[in-house]
Each structure stands twice: as structure tokens, then as C-alpha cells.
């Protein structure tokens, strides 16, 4: 469907800041909604931020004040600017992009918040 490239994750101590990026394959598919899920160990898979086409943004409650969800249509590319990481941020990322047809996954980012 469409290939996604995840990027920026890594080791970042508490309060400091990661910027995630993740490009979408530009194969004339029409991509709606672009966001980011997070996934701990022994935890569910949760939503973090997500964004239409028309920038209608949503953020889960524990990233808001935090964590800014943007995207490039020119470059077919959704950012995630985290600020202020805690510990509790810890987990894989992944990257979804979608419209009411379909949806894709990237392969996940890694990000680890020290204490």
C-alpha cells in the first residue's frame, strides 16, 4: 500500500526533547490522516497525536502541552516535536497513515526517556 520511513527516535534524558518523522511513499494514494502510536512493553497500543489533511489535530491526554503533531504534504511527511519527555514516554512509536480505504504501518522507532 504505502511505504513508510520512521525516523529520530533514540535515548534522550528526562525533560529533554526528540523530533519524529515519518515519510510516506508518494504513490498517488491519498492519505487522509497521518499520527503516532506508542506501544510499552506489557501495555496496549495507545494513540498519541494524530492529524488530518485539513490540520484538524488530536493528542492523548498525558502528551497535551507537550507534543506537537505536524505534517508536510509537500514532502508527504508527519512530524512529532516531544518536549519535556518523562520516563512514562518510553516505548516503541509507530507511525500510521491512512484514509477510509486503508491503512499502513511503519515498522516503529524506538524512543527511551531516562531518569
Known amino acids: 500500500q504505502v511505504q513508510l520511513v520512521e525516523s529520530g527516535g533514540g535515548l534522550v534524558q528526562s525533560g529533554g526533547s526528540l523530533r519524529l518523522s515519518c515519510a510516506a511513499s508518494?504513490?498517488?494514494?491519498?492519505?487522509?490522516?497521518m499520527g503516532w502510536y506508542r506501544q510499552a512493553p506489557g501495555k496496549q497500543r495507545e494513540l498519541v497525536a494524530d492529524?488530518?489533511?485539513?490540520?484538524?489535530?488530536r493528542y492523548a491526554d498525558s502528551v497535551k502541552g507537550r507534543f506537537t503533531i505536524s505534517r508536510d504534504n509537500t514532502k508527504s511527511t508527519v512530524y512529532l516535536q516531544m518536549n519535556s519527555l518523562k520516563p512514562e514516554d518510553t516505548a516503541v512509536y509507530y507511525c500510521k497513515v491512512g484514509n477510509a480505504r486503508f491503512s499502513s504501518w511503519g515498522q516503529g522507532t524506538q524512543v527511551t526517556v531516562s531518569s
Open positions: 508518494s504513490s498517488g494514494v491519498s492519505i487522509i490522516t
Open positions: 492529524i488530518t489533511a485539513f490540520s484538524y489535530t
